[in-house]
């Protein structure tokens, strides 16, 4: 099987392939909301239903949330599993979108051509690049070049709570000898990315109580204790002037970079005055003495995503609150344990509670740092077709934010994974008026074919 056939095919058929995203697009599979139920479900169906028009063995296998779509297409060689989600995070606020989230559309803009639609970059638009790279295939040769399974979430946008016990008592038949993630992006707008270290995740909401009830601060202002006051301090304490996080031995486990991974970071020419400038920032907040990747690719952090306390309404109200409370998420890297940051984080955090005010934990979730080791041919073979598509080279580079699924391939099924994806910064996902470029999805679903035809042995 040769692999110029797919390619023009993929070039051909563009359009009727868009028309296919647009279709996915208008399903509004809101995990997060219950009310969106049925669309989840309706999600999972349209896609089992293409994936079979295909060849795929597909079906809709339920959880005790939203189903999971499984794929399993029987062809000679390696066996890949692929990996994406369905499901789309919620629209508010939706007074700042343009145009409905859910009628999706082909727009122009002064970059080029968008997809503009909720879930059109997260992740159907990238989930899409992998099928019709797989009907390319198909629609030239008749068959796929490999053994194929794929395997789409319904709950990754919130919280993933079916994932590892499905993936458990699916393990035989979800085992791969690779798992491809394309749930990223690329580096810049050009230079397509293989993701080799993932930061991990540690969520933790605080409520500080002191009075029973919100008193008034000329009666009380002086004399009673004010928790905003108290958590105020707690924040202020969670970082010194350098910007390093003070939380008792949280830096256990934390690699330095190496010298061959910073010197490959150093010629992507990153730009941080930019990067920062666009949100209109200039100053680069870490620790003092890192290089600018080395703060959002491999460096631990510490930060307040939210604060509630008092009156918050318009107008003024003069009152001491009853309760305070932050939401406070770490980004973790290398080893760290995240279990014990957590101890750790509360036993300090307790130590500056005063006597007559109590603190209560929830917490939101904790999963370690990920690092895929370039050892296995997948990588180096990956990295040659994808710098066959696009004008650079590809680059192996680190993700700031956490994909918990590629660690739960490695700890659950024992499998490597290689996340690759196509995105690009200004894609607004989680946001309003979301885009997946058209070059974006015309290009990754090329990239895919060639992958594809690097991964397997016999394709000239």
């Not at 559309?105 to 159907?124: H, L, N, P, Q």
């Not at 930019?274 to 680069?284: A, E, H, N, W």
């Not at 509360?346 to 209560?360: F, G, K, L, N």
């Not at 590809?394 to 660690?407: D, E, K, Q, R």
Request: aromatic share 8%; glycine share 8%.
């Amino acid at each position: 099987m040769t692999l110029d056939p797919v390619l023009s095919r993929i070039d051909t058929d563009l359009d009727a392939a868009t028309d296919r995203l647009l279709d996915l697009l208008r399903i509004p599979s809101i995990s997060t909301d219950p009310a969106y139920k049925a669309d989840c479900d309706r999600a999972a169906d349209w896609l089992v239903a293409d994936l079979q028009s295909i060849g795929f063995d597909a079906s809709k296998r339920p959880t005790q949330g939203h189903p999971m779509v499984v794929a399993l297409y029987d062809g000679p060689g390696p066996h890949l599993l692929f990996y994406g989600h369905y499901d789309v995070q919620p629209v508010d606020p939706l007074d700042l979108w343009d145009n409905d989230p859910f009628a999706p559309a082909i727009e122009d803009t002064a970059k080029g051509k968008v997809i503009r639609g909720r879930g059109s970059s997260d992740d159907k638009g990238q989930l899409m690049t992998f099928v019709e790279a797989c009907r390319a295939w198909k629609t030239e040769h008749g068959s796929l070049p490999c053994k194929i399974t794929i395997f789409f979430e319904g709950e990754e946008e919130s919280g993933s709570p079916s994932l590892v016990p499905f993936m458990r008592d699916n393990a035989a038949e979800l085992t791969a000898d690779v798992a491809l993630i394309c749930d990223t992006g690329l580096y810049g707008d050009s230079t397509p990315a293989i993701i080799t270290q993932l930061r991990g995740l540690l969520g933790e909401e605080l409520t500080i109580t002191g009075p029973s009830l919100d008193l008034h601060s000329g009666m009380y202002g002086g004399l009673a204790m004010n928790p905003a006051r108290v958590l105020a301090k707690v924040i202020a304490s969670l970082h010194d002037d350098t910007g390093r996080i003070t939380v008792p031995d949280f830096y256990d486990g934390v690699p330095e970079l190496s010298n061959e991974l910073a010197a490959s970071w150093d010629d992507l020419k990153f730009d941080h005055a930019q990067f920062l400038g666009d949100v209109g920032l200039s100053i680069p907040a870490g620790e003092q003495g890192r290089r600018p990747l080395e703060m959002i690719w491999s460096r631990p952090t510490c930060e307040v995503n939210g604060m509630t306390s008092g009156y918050t309404g318009d107008g003024f109200k003069t009152v001491l609150p009853s309760k305070a409370s932050a939401k406070i998420s770490f980004r973790l890297v290398g080893t760290q344990d995240p279990l014990t940051i957590r101890k750790n984080f509360r036993a300090m955090v307790e130590s500056m509670i005063p006597a007559d005010c109590s603190v209560e934990w929830h917490d939101h979730g904790a999963s370690a740092a990920g690092q895929m080791s370039t050892d296995n041919p997948a990588f180096a073979k990956s990295a040659a077709a994808l710098t066959d598509e696009w004008p650079n080279a590809a680059a192996y580079v680190g993700c700031g934010g956490s994909i918990p699924i590629a660690g739960h391939f490695k700890t659950e099924l024992g499998m490597d994974a290689m996340l690759i994806g196509f995105g690009k910064d200004d894609d607004a996902i989680h946001s309003p008026n979301e885009k997946y470029d058209l070059s974006s999805f015309h290009k990754g679903t090329r990239s895919w074919a060639r992958i594809l035809a690097s991964l397997t042995d016999d394709v000239s």
